[in-house]
């Protein structure tokens, strides 16, 4: 299956390339041309610091932190560019008291200059912060917090105590923090919405199959270990007062009408919606409400999942739709997909067909045009620019790319940390080293630059080029230029390069490992007929004046 996508993207798709001969970190190509122009915000594991990008993969701002702190994980800037950040204290190991893999700590509002505004910790032996947070339109924060559920609690709620390998649970809730008044002011817990079918005499007995609306207690993916749900992503939509959880142990996304007070949000009246706190909505996996089978699951292990109808891709034609990285739909590759999930805001409902919700399958899914080149088990974010190109982070390499709808890509960075420490142009980084949770791009008009000092200070990698980036970036796209053409595509003995007649260029050929296969040559006369019979079947670069071109495929 993957060979045929393949196939068919080197078929069809002029690809900027990674130039592998020379760049191994930073930014590995740039078609500035089809990019969407911004800043680029990450905020990479294992170092305290958040990090303001150009295009070009160079620094323009930089919030700064103690070296004990980490990632906790995510960070957002604000129209007024105030920076808000998840961060957790680097010594935070499987010794604390609630700990697992996205753990954080605190949550910070800092202005532009790194100046303290307000802070919020939720970090002992009962409650842990985790992994992300939303910002509503009032600048209250929406935080996901585990709370520890004792084995007596887990034993009255109806669970299968005897599955529970350490005794407990750590459920997760969504609090709602004000900074202008360090105040929670609303509260949901997952606790309050259960079904089971397992004890007739315990809390919560029902038919599973029966109550969409409320999570079985006694679904488990993670073989008993507290960390249940390990909810690792949160978005609001504030037009409808949504809030939208990515679940990925259950392969899910849930949502809840923040539309109640903190006691109807425990319950199943009141709201908008007028279910209180009870899943309004819930998609990706429909066999953990007892519906389905296996060909129903779209999502597998999702990551990112959310609203898209933020400030910068309300004029999309995916406007108001959901997206989600979904990290393991196949063993060796990942996709991003987008879905309509077809709320009526009229009637506060989303399509439910008396047995699962709606839709069938998803509206949109992107691959790599290399599929194996976008996967990762966890981590990861998938943003619709306004240009309307995906901007895709593959979180366990640290790998980031734009996408066109041609599925061209235009423009690559890889995160150039091991371990916390910056590496040098060069280096070689393998899974998990330069693990980024997220990458997120801003427009250069959005107002919390405004009147900022945006001025390159270098790249993040040691030892880089200057000129890296008049490197990367043709001043005029080359397959235009020299009305370039390749065929056939894919071949398997001879292939054709054609181009304006009279117009020299330099020409020369890379395998994918970035070894060069055929030396440079100074051509004229618009056409030019390579022997490829000798060449191993594999993806080939070529290059013309230095820059990368295109692609094709030698195949037998």
């Known amino acids: 299956?993957?060979?045929?996508?393949?196939?068919?993207?080197?078929?069809?798709?002029?690809?900027?390339?990674?130039?592998?001969?020379?760049?191994?970190?930073?930014?590995?190509?740039?078609?500035?041309?089809k990019a969407y122009d911004g800043y680029n915000l990450i905020y990479p594991h294992n170092q305290p610091n958040v990090y303001l990008l150009d295009n070009c993969g160079e620094v323009v701002h930089v919030w700064e932190d103690d070296a004990n702190w980490r990632p906790g994980n995510t960070a957002y800037l604000m129209p007024n560019g105030n920076i808000i950040k998840t961060?957790?204290?680097?010594?935070?190991?499987?010794?604390?008291?609630?700990?697992?893999?996205?753990?954080?700590?605190?949550?910070?509002?800092?202005?532009?200059?790194?100046n303290l505004i307000a802070s919020f910790e939720r970090n002992d032996e009962f409650e842990r912060l985790h992994h992300d947070i939303a910002v509503t339109g009032d600048n209250t924060i929406l935080m996901i917090v585990w709370e520890l559920r004792t084995i007596e609690e887990c034993l009255q709620?109806?669970?299968?105590?005897?599955?529970?390998?350490?005794?407990?649970?750590?459920?997760?809730?969504?609090?709602?923090?004000?900074?202008?008044?360090?105040?929670?002011?609303?509260?949901?817990?997952?606790?309050?919405?259960?079904?089971?079918?397992?004890?007739?005499?315990?809390d919560n007995f029902g038919v599973v199959a029966d109550s969409p609306e409320k999570v079985d207690v006694n679904y488990d993916t993670s073989d008993g270990h507290p960390d249940w749900m390990h909810v690792n992503a949160i978005d609001y939509q504030e037009i409808n007062d949504l809030i939208v959880i990515s679940v990925p142990t259950f392969s899910e996304a849930w949502v809840i009408d923040h539309s109640t007070t903190t006691a109807q949000a425990a319950g199943s009246n009141g709201g908008f919606g007028g279910r209180g706190g009870d899943l309004l909505y819930r998609w990706g996996n429909?066999?953990?409400?007892?519906?389905?089978?296996?060909?129903n699951q779209k999502l597998f292990y999702p990551h990112d999942i959310h609203f898209i109808d933020d400030h910068l891709t309300g004029a999309n034609p995916q406007f108001g739709k959901m997206a989600a990285f979904n990290n393991r739909v196949g063993d060796d590759f990942s996709t991003v997909n987008i879905w309509n999930q077809g709320f009526d805001m009229y009637k506060f409902q989303f399509p439910f067909d008396g047995d699962k919700f709606g839709p069938d399958d998803f509206d949109v899914t992107l691959m790599h045009p290399e599929p194996t080149k976008l996967y990762s088990t966890g981590l990861s974010s998938f943003q619709v620019l306004p240009n309307g190109n995906s901007l895709i982070c593959s979180g366990r390499f640290g790998y980031s790319f734009e996408l066109t709808p041609n599925n061209e890509i235009v423009w690559e960075y890889r995160t150039p940390i091991r371990a916390g420490a910056f590496v040098a142009q060069g280096d070689s980084l393998m899974i998990n080293n330069n693990l980024t949770f997220r990458m997120d791009r801003y427009p250069t008009d959005f107002s919390a630059f405004d009147g900022r000092d945006l001025s390159p200070q270098g790249a993040l990698e040691?030892?880089?080029?200057?000129?890296?980036?008049?490197?990367?970036?043709?001043?005029?796209?080359?397959?235009?230029?020299?009305?370039?053409?390749?065929?056939?595509?894919?071949?398997?003995?001879?292939?054709?390069?054609?181009?304006?007649?009279?117009?020299?260029?330099d020409v020369e050929i890379y395998n994918q490992f970035g070894q060069r296969v055929v030396e440079p040559m100074n051509l004229t006369g618009g056409r030019k007929y390579f022997d490829t019979t000798e060449f191993p079947?594999?993806?080939?670069?070529?290059r013309i004046n230095g820059l990368q071109v295109t692609k094709f495929m030698v195949a037998r």
Not at 5 to 12: C, E, G, N, R, S
Not at 469 to 493: G, I, S
Request: with cysteine; net charge negative; proline share 5%.
């Open 1 to 33: 299956m993957q060979k045929k996508y393949l196939l068919t993207l080197v078929l069809f798709s002029f690809l900027a390339l990674d130039v592998f001969s020379q760049n191994t970190v930073g930014l590995l190509s740039y078609n500035e041309s």
């Open 87 to 114: 961060k957790r204290d680097a010594g935070a190991t499987g010794s604390s008291p609630i700990w697992a893999g996205g753990g954080g700590a605190m949550v910070e509002v800092k202005d532009w200059d790194n």
């Open 157 to 202: 709620a109806g669970r299968d105590t005897s599955k529970l390998a350490q005794a407990k649970m750590w459920p997760d809730k969504i609090v709602e923090w004000d900074p202008a008044t360090d105040e929670i002011i609303w509260e949901w817990h997952t606790w309050d919405h259960l079904v089971q079918d397992f004890d007739a005499t315990k």
């Open 286 to 295: 429909p066999q953990t409400y007892g519906q389905g089978d296996s060909t």
């Open 462 to 505: 040691l030892n880089a080029d200057p000129d890296n980036c008049a490197k990367l970036t043709p001043t005029k796209d080359l397959l235009e230029e020299f009305d370039l053409n390749v065929f056939p595509n894919p071949t398997d003995n001879m292939l054709t390069i054609t181009w304006d007649a009279g117009k020299f260029v």
């Open 537 to 542: 079947n594999g993806i080939y670069i070529i």
